[in-house]
């Protein structure tokens, strides 16, 4: 996976891609919570969940299915009435969660991502993974390896993110 404090860099990037009048600042911190939110399945090895199971890590909260339940109850509790702004605020927050396990699958760690759960619980990784799995835990994350971690995020996901944002921006401003 990676840090957590790399997850929330898509969302915010993606976010100059809408458009304006839909990414209130409480629609960007929604998608950059989504976007964190999948690893809340590492709570279930405190009770006996294993890593491989439905609902382990890397499993349903890491689904396809999981990203339309979450984007669709985030939009339900912020959107506007009208379907226009509806959809939007719905897509971005379901690419935002989706960009977790996206991120996951292109890690060299770990044993794959369920992108298909509950309906089938294989665990999928892309065929290209640059990205340094992250060590959970905080204790393990500020070690050499953390660091190693850290600069893989930088080169892979924050840099592509900044240039994904820039683009955004750029062609709001040229409107």
């Known amino acids: 996976m990676c840090s957590i404090i790399t997850h929330p860099i898509v969302p915010i990037a993606i976010s100059s891609l809408f458009p304006p009048q839909n990414m209130r600042p409480t629609v960007v911190i929604a998608g950059a919570v989504c976007s964190v939110i999948p690893d809340l399945d590492v709570i279930g090895f405190r009770f006996g969940i294993k ?43 379901f690419f935002s969660t989706l960009s977790h396990a996206v991120l996951d699958a292109m890690t060299n760690g770990g044993m794959g991502v369920a992108f298909f759960s509950p309906f089938q619980n294989d665990r999928y990784f892309f065929p290209w993974r640059p990205i340094e799995v992250s060590p959970i835990g905080v204790g393990r994350f500020l070690s050499d390896r953390g660091l190693r971690v850290l600069s893989s995020e930088l080169r892979w996901v924050w840099a592509p993110s900044a240039i994904i944002y820039v683009i955004g921006y750029l062609f709001r401003s040229s409107r």
């Open 51 to 93: 890593y491989g199971e439905m609902l382990g890590h890397r499993g349903l909260t890491h689904s396809i299915f999981f990203a339309v339940l979450l984007a669709a109850f985030f939009t339900a509790l912020l959107a506007e009435s009208h379907l226009s702004a509806r959809l939007w605020v719905f897509t971005f927050l």
